[in-house]
């Protein structure tokens, strides 16, 4: 069996992280992580990729976050 080798075209992955399509990935799985209201979603584009941030909006949702690492628990069950 002979060995495989890829190559991987750089600046082909790099506008395929930076996409369109993969802002509305990434935008996707943040609001699926925020739930309901009282987290803001947000998505840019970097140098390299898509990045998107959810944070809380509300001082009940902080409070919330807080007391039960609300954000990081619903990441971890994604």
Known sequence: M???EVVLNREGV?????????EAICREQAEKMAGS???D???HVG?????ASVAT?????YD???????LLRRMNND
């Open 14 to 22: 790099r506008s395929l992280l930076r996409s369109a399509e993969m």
């Open 64 to 70: 919330d976050n807080l007391k039960n690492n609300t």
């Open 2 to 4: 002979g060995k495989l």
């Open 57 to 61: 909006a509300t001082s009940e949702s």
């Open 37 to 39: 209201s009282g987290y």
């Open 47 to 51: 140098v390299n990729r898509v990045n």
């Open 41 to 43: 979603v947000t998505t």
